[in-house]
T-cell receptor, first 114, second 113 residues
Framework: KNQVEQSPQSLIILEGKNCTLQ??????????LRWYKQDTGRGPVSLTI?????NTKSNGRYTATLDADTKQSSLHITASQLSDSASYIC?????????????FGRGTSLIVHP | DSGVTQTPKHLITATGQRVTLRCSPR?????VYWYQQSLDQGLQFLIQ???????AKGNILERFSAQQFPDLHSELNLSSLELGDSALYFC????????????FGSGTQLSVL
């Protein structure tokens, strides 16, 4: 069964600090991994996509890493801002058997305090 | 703004009732997905339509049904509602049926009392 596990479940940091969110998955065969940001009361928005051959990808203050061998990914947020307060969801997509439906993790709830 | 429109934003109803949630995808997107998000739960995939045809089915209850119309908008029908059906229901759209880049609407918050 395809699964995506995220940790920590929640995280509180001070504005300006860095943080790292973790994602482990069992989706196979693997196609790609996305990190989404979901603000409270809104739909998720894609931040980054990583394919099998990519190890690191940055999008502004967000840097995602992928280790396809250990099936782990991380999202590093640098110099956090109040607007980073949101849920960050790891989403992994398969690539076979006609099933391309992505599997969503439960998300990490990040709160940035001033 | 993702370009995906969901109505209504909020819906309050009683157990045993039936409701319809509506979704208009981004202009040009042929694929529509429905997801359910309960408190402290991840997004659970319900069903996907592509160009009017059902493409994939997830954990959708028999009391729930959906369809995609010729103009590509989609409706999710929830019947015989139970307290446990209270959740945020998201619609998402994409250009292709086999892509992971989904554009989400703002959701419909359903409260069953």
């Amino acid at each position: 069964k395809n699964q995506v596990e995220q940790s920590p479940q929640s995280l509180i940091i001070l504005e300006g600090k860095n943080c790292t969110l973790q994602c482990n998955y069992t989706v196979s065969p693997f196609s790609n991994l996305r990190w989404y940001k979901q603000d409270t009361g809104r739909g998720p928005v894609s931040l980054t996509i990583m394919t099998f051959s990519e190890n690191t990808k940055s999008n502004g203050r967000y840097t995602a890493t992928l280790d396809a061998d250990t099936k782990q990914s991380s999202l590093h947020i640098t110099a956090s801002q109040l607007s980073d307060s949101a849920s960050y969801i790891c989403v992994v997509s398969p690539n076979s058997g006609g099933s391309y439906i992505p599997t969503f993790g439960r998300g990490t709830s990040l709160i940035v305090h001033p | 703004d993702s370009g995906v429109t969901q109505t209504p934003k909020h819906l309050i109803t009683a157990t045993g009732q039936r409701v319809t949630l509506r979704c208009s995808p981004r202009s040009g997107d042929l694929s529509v997905y429905w997801y359910q998000q309960s408190l402290d739960q991840g997004l659970q995939f319900l069903i996907q339509y592509y160009n009017g045809e059902e493409r994939a089915k997830g954990n959708i209850l028999e009391r729930f049904s959906a369809q995609q119309f010729p103009d590509l908008h989609s409706e999710l029908n929830l019947s015989s509602l139970e307290l446990g059906d209270s959740a945020l229901y998201f619609c998402a759209s994409s250009t292709r049926w086999d892509t992971s880049k989904l554009f989400f609407g703002s959701g419909t918050q359903l409260s069953v009392l």
